[in-house]
Structure formats: C-alpha cells, structure tokens
C-alpha cells in the first residue's frame, strides 16, 4: 500500500475503508538466518537496512512489548548532527544526511522539521567552545552559525536575555537541526521491513542466548527457542541484562531520563532551544505541546518513570530562560531507561561470540542515530565489516583506553554524559 496525497483524498472520499495494517503480526518460525532482539529504532531500522541493502530477508524482530514502547516512542524527538569528535561527528553527519530522504525511502510521512537548533552560551569561554564546535561541524560538511545577543534575540525574542546568573552572550545555531516524528519513525521502519519480508514479534522476550562451542545457535524465548545464524542485541535501556545472558558485562549504566510536556498550545517556539548550563532544552509539537526535558534522574534504575526533583530542577531552569513558560499547564511527564556508556559513545561492534553482534550504549541521544546505527550495524551484521561512519564505535575503547570519544569532556562517569 503506498501512500499519497491522492490516495488520503480518496480514502477520505470513500469512509477510509482502504487501509491495510501497516505490517503482518507474524508468528516465530523455527529458524531465521538473523534475529534482531528489540523492537525499538535500532532494531526495526537494522531490520529494515539488512533486507533493503543487504536482502535478507529471512530474519526476524523479536520485542518482549509492542513496537515502538520502548525510548523510541518516549523521547524529545530532536535530530541534529552538531557533534565534536571525530568518529561522532561523521555518524551523526551520516545519520542527518539519511533523516533528509527518509519520508521518500519509507514512503511513510516522519514529520521530520528541520526547523534549526540553537544552543545558548553564557560567557566567554562557552562562546569559545561553541565557535570550534561549530568549525568542526563544518568541516565535517554539516551547517553551523556563530549567532550573537543580537543574532539569537532575532530567532528567540521570547528569552530572559539578562537572567543575573545566565545572561545570554549568544548561541550556535544549526539549521539543518530540528525534529521528527517520534511513533512514526519505528512505524514507517517496521512497515518497511515487514513489506520486505521480516517477521515483526511482539509480546516475545528474549529469556537467553544459545551459544555452542563460542557460535551463536540462537535465543530462548518466551514463544519457545528459536534457531539462527547471527543475533543482533538492539536493546538500548536493557542491554546489560540481555549481553549478561551472553555470558557479558557491558561498560553500561542504565539511568532514568524524564521528559514533559505541555496542554496544546498556538505556536510560540520555533526552534529547538538547548539551555546547557542549566540543564533544559525545549521545542514545540505539531499539537502545539511544548516538549521539553532536562538532565538524567542520576540514580541507576530500569524503572521508566522519574522523580520529583529532576522534574522540579527542570521546571526552575524553563523558568529561568523563558519566564512566560509558567503559564502553561503541564500535561504529563514520562521517563526512559538510558543506556550509558563511560565515554557518552555508542558501541556498534561484533562480540567474542561468532554470529553475536551489538548496538546500544546511545546515552539520551541515539533517536537522532536511528537511521545511522540501522544502517551501519545492518552493514556490520551482513558483511562482518564496519561501515566507515561507525567505524570507531568499538567496544573494546573501554578495555584499552584508546579511541574513547568523550564528547562533554566529564570523565568516565555514566550519569555525567
Ligand atoms: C525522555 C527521553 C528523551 C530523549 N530525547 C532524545 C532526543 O531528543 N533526541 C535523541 O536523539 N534521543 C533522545 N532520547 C534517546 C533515544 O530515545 C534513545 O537513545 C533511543 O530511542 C534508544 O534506541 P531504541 O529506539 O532502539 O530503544 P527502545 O525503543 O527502548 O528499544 C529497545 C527495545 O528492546 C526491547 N527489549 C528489551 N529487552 C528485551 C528482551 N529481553 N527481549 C525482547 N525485547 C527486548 C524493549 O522492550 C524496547 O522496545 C531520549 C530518550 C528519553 C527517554
């Protein structure tokens, strides 16, 4: 079923009686050549990149709830590709270049916005770190403008530019930044697996991996024991509890991120604005919710809710860059469980085990890495190599010391990246 502006008139014409589930709700088989553990982003697009680019098509997705209820469907849903680091910031540049012909590749309306990112400084020395982030975004081939007071007050009018402790000196804005769909990403990635093939499991947890003789033979699950060639572990929040039953111990933390947002609003805020020093960033929905967030809860949990004090730090820092925020209501808050690693990098990598791969360690930045990490770890699973954009996400980094990519600079502590 392909989808067009036509086809949604005549739909409309007609009492809408046309549409076809998105995808088959498909029964385990007895054996594929891949299985993907999580149903999430990562998972649904490595699915989708392994039968597309690489026709696969025997494998399936196997997710212990439904499609998309895990980070996927609970983020901020912000997209840029404003990283430092080399081996970040060509993933990421990647990953963006993949966002702008996703709608047309999935045939599946994403939303993706490319409405402009800016991230405030407040002195000197912040300007300073903005200016090499933003040169490096360049050459990296991405965009990047140095605004000043006076810039960001032309985008931002609405801001407490003189707040006594975080007087804003300026912001680095990247146009090509912005935000999509979050659902509609893993629904549009699993309509397009599923039309090419792969079986889509849910209500199906993964309770243990079959290795023999240092080859995976495949998973225990609660649908019975699958058999396959190659596994993939896709499952961010959870991934130290599933590599566990591989045998691993994971350089991860998982740790409870929080989101809010707001009663439906008319548009007031048309850009991602990202308040580092205080810890707050914020964008509008199409619904006009305004959607925002802050820090982790900085305990280590599994629990997808948060607390009171992260979410009243949250309130205070929104507050203190955009007082006119108080008067809206807040309508709900959610948590995700964030898989984080020591240096804040992802890991897409083989494993000790043959046939065993994995993709997680995405901190609370891995929706923008949605099609990049499906792309690149579909590449690694079909071909044994690693795709050049992911090309240091090793995981032996934290074995050796070498090639960690620390992007804020805060050491190897999870809860601080
Ligand atoms: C509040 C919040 C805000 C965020 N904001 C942003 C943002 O603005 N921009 C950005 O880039 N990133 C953001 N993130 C991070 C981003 O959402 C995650 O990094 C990303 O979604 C993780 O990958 P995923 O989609 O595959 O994870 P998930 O959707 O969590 O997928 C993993 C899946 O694995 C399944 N699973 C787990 N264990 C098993 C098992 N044993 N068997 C079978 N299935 C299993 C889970 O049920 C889950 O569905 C945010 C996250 C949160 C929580």
């Keep these: 079923m392909r989808f067009s502006g036509l086809r949604v008139l005549r ?16 029964e385990p088989k007895a054996e594929y050549d891949a299985i993907i553990i999580g149903g999430g982003g990562h998972g649904l697009s490595t699915a989708y990149y392994l039968a597309k680019e690489h026709g696969l098509t025997n494998i399936a997705v196997l997710e212990k709830g439904y499609l998309g209820g895990g980070n996927v469907g609970r983020n901020t849903t912000i997209v840029r590709a404003n990283y430092f680091l080399q081996g970040n910031s060509e993933f990421y540049s990647h990953s963006l270049k993949l966002w702008e012909g996703l709608e047309e590749d999935l ?15 407040h002195s000197d020395g912040q300007r300073d770190a903005f200016a090499r982030r933003g040169n490096s975004m360049i050459n990296q081939g991405d965009d990047a403008v140095l605004l000043d007071r006076d810039g960001v007050r032309k985008h931002l009018p609405y801001l407490d ?12 804005l990247h146009p090509r930044g912005g935000t999509a769909r979050h659902d509609a ?5 699993a309509r397009g697996a599923s039309d090419r093939g792969v079986d889509l499991i849910q209500q199906c947890e993964v309770t243990g991996i079959d290795i023999e003789n240092g080859q995976v033979r495949g998973v225990q699950t609660t ?32 740790h409870v991120l929080q989101a809010f947002v707001t009663e439906g609003l008319k548009p007031c805020i048309d850009h991602v604005v990202s308040f580092g020093m205080g810890h707050f960033y914020i964008s509008q929905s199409d619904k006009g919710g ?7 809860d900085f305990y280590a949990s599994y629990a997808s809710r948060g607390n009171l004090p992260m979410a009243e730090h949250v309130m205070e820092a929104g507050m203190t860059l955009m007082p006119m925020i108080g ?5 709900r808050s959610w948590g995700g469980i964030m898989d984080m690693t020591p240096d804040g990098s992802p890991i897409i990598d083989k494993t000790d085990t043959k046939g065993l791969f994995i993709d997680c360690g995405w901190c609370y930045g891995g ?6 990490s499906g792309f690149s770890f579909a590449h690694l699973m079909a071909t044994g190599n690693h795709h050049a954009s992911a090309s240091k996400f090793r995981l032996d980094r934290f074995r050796t010391g070498v090639d960690l990519m620390d992007e804020e600079g805060t050491g190897s502590q999870h809860n601080l990246h």
Excluded: C
């Design 11 to 26: 739909e409309g014409l007609t009492g809408n009686k046309g549409w076809a589930p998105h995808w088959r709700d498909a």
């Design 107 to 121: 045939n599946y309306n994403v939303m993706h916005s490319q409405r402009g990112l800016i991230n405030l400084f």
């Design 161 to 172: 530019f003189d707040n006594v402790r975080f007087p804003i000196y300026g912001g680095l």
């Design 185 to 189: 990403v893993a629904w549009g990635y």
């Design 223 to 254: 649908r019975g024991a699958i058999k396959a060639k190659k596994v993939g572990i896709v499952v961010a929040g959870r991934s130290g509890q599933v590599a566990a039953m591989a045998g691993m111990r994971l350089p991860i933390e998982s």
């Design 290 to 296: 305004l959607v925002f967030g802050g820090d982790l």
């Design 327 to 331: 008067k809206a209501k807040v309508l």
């Design 367 to 372: 929706f923008k890495a949605v099609p990049g």
